[in-house]
């Protein structure tokens, strides 16, 4: 996310994305991040990061608060704790109501609500809305159905012409009611080529059509590319 002379790098992929990402971040111009957010401890969130912050230093490291019990003891997460100790970079929790800035734009955190606790490590993603002039855009990260249900609930503004769609088109995300709520004009899935969980799920990109929202897929069109001038909204890709 870049506004102005902030950027806020949200994921990295698998540690053999990292390079990937570096190269996104050079092509945006981005050379020091204001923040790096990891929306929960899977490797397919986290595991780029320890490449980019070794080339790349961010200001600050934001996560989700996630039960000590149920946190990864892989390998690879205790690197991402060491880059981060190592190059001092501060590293705090965020739920929901938190905000920060992105030069003009706003980052609000939907969920997780402090205090609650889930089962399913995916639903202690960060959840974001980032709001611009009149228009707004909604990263899901992996968060699951309950936690959709849990925003609706507690009617929490959702709208958003841009929808970055949960857990990368799972079956388990994306319930009609949500996306009603969102009513997104645009919806990125950001899925593997040939993956071998079959994502995106066609129930999920059934849903999404019939809310009127056109699909862009990174297993089909690779990076997608979203601007705003606080009105209007073009999309681009790269194939």
């Known amino acids: 996310l870049t506004c102005g002379d902030d950027a806020i790098l949200v994921d990295a992929g698998e540690y053999a994305a990292g390079g990937k990402v570096l190269a996104a971040l050079s092509r945006a111009g981005v050379s020091s991040p204001t923040a790096a957010i990891v929306t929960h401890p899977h490797s397919d969130h986290y595991g780029g990061l320890r490449t980019v912050l070794e080339h790349v230093p961010a200001a600050a490291f934001y996560t989700s608060a996630v039960p000590e019990e149920q946190l990864p003891t892989a390998q690879s997460y205790g690197k991402l704790l060491d880059t981060l100790a190592a190059q001092a970079v501060p590293a705090s929790y965020l739920f929901a109501g938190d905000t920060l800035s992105l030069g003009g734009a706003t980052v609000t955190?939907?969920?997780?609500?402090?205090?609650?606790?889930?089962?399913?490590?995916?639903?202690?993603?960060?959840?974001?809305?980032?709001?611009?002039?009149?228009?707004?855009?909604?990263?899901?990260?992996?968060?699951?159905?309950?936690?959709?249900?849990?925003?609706?609930?507690?009617?929490?503004?959702?709208?958003?012409?841009?929808?970055?769609?949960?857990?990368?088109?799972?079956?388990?995300?994306?319930?009609?009611?949500?996306?009603?709520?969102?009513?997104?004009?645009?919806?990125?899935?950001?899925?593997?080529?040939?993956?071998?969980?079959?994502?995106?799920?066609?129930?999920?990109?059934?849903?999404?059509?019939?809310?009127?929202?056109?699909?862009?897929?990174?297993?089909?069109?690779?990076?997608?590319?979203?601007?705003?001038?606080?009105?209007?909204?073009?999309?681009?890709?790269?194939?």
Do not use: C
Not at 112 to 134: A, D, I, Q
Not at 159 to 185: E, I, M, N, R, Y
């Open 109 to 239: 955190v939907l969920s997780p609500v402090k205090g609650t606790t889930w089962e399913n490590l995916n639903n202690y993603s960060l959840v974001l809305r980032v709001t611009y002039g009149n228009t707004a855009f909604l990263l899901m990260g992996d968060a699951e159905t309950e936690v959709e249900e849990a925003l609706l609930t507690a009617k929490t503004e959702l709208s958003a012409a841009v929808l970055v769609v949960g857990h990368h088109g799972s079956a388990t995300s994306s319930s009609a009611d949500f996306l009603k709520a969102v009513a997104p004009q645009y919806a990125i899935l950001s899925v593997g080529e040939d993956n071998s969980y079959n994502l995106p799920n066609t129930g999920v990109l059934t849903r999404l059509k019939e809310q009127g929202a056109a699909l862009y897929r990174t297993d089909l069109q690779g990076p997608v590319t979203v601007a705003s001038d606080g009105e209007q909204i073009p999309v681009t890709t790269a194939k």
